[in-house]
């Protein structure tokens, strides 16, 4: 139980770790940098880059879904604290995870041809269909795709000592 214990304070980090990432201005527009609902677009493009990360990597099954739960329900309290009802929260929520869900499958299928390198990428398409607030494209793409060649790269050890992401968007 210790071991579960010391893994999800790992995840949890991981999971802030993943939030800080998603505030850094290299890559956006920063005339909207206040704006929450930005911020949880690039939160879940950061968090779709983990996820296909750790399951590129085998991480256990668990641990993934550890992550996607906690996701879930900040999903929930930012709902509620924004003035949302319980009584229509599931609908919301279930919408925002089905959008969730579709941006991941897409993604990771992205991500899964970028390390294919013989494959032509559609990364600035996807990038163009699920951004709804301004967002420099080219940037984006480039720091997806670096991150990518890097997470392929990244020993599952480094991963779990929060080796990953820096300042320079990689």
Known sequence: MIFLNSKHKK????YIKIGEQSKQSFYFNKNITSDIN??????????ILILWYMKHKNVKKKFIDYLIKKFVKDL???VIESG?????????????????YGRLYSYSL??????????KSNLKKI?????KYPVDVNLLENYLKQNVLYFK??????????????KNGN
Do not use: A, M, P, Y
Not at 38 to 47: A, P
């Open 11 to 14: 995840l949890d980090n991981i």
């Open 38 to 47: 930005f911020f949880v677009e690039l939160f879940q493009t950061n968090f």
């Open 76 to 78: 929930e309290s930012s």
């Open 84 to 100: 949302g009802s319980e009584t229509s929260l599931k609908k919301k929520i279930r919408t925002i995870i089905e959008n969730f």
């Open 110 to 119: 992205e991500f899964d041809t970028l390390i294919n390198e013989d494959k």
């Open 127 to 131: 990038i163009k269909k699920n951004f």
């Open 153 to 166: 790269e990244l020993k599952v050890d480094d991963f779990w000592r929060l080796e990953f992401f820096n």
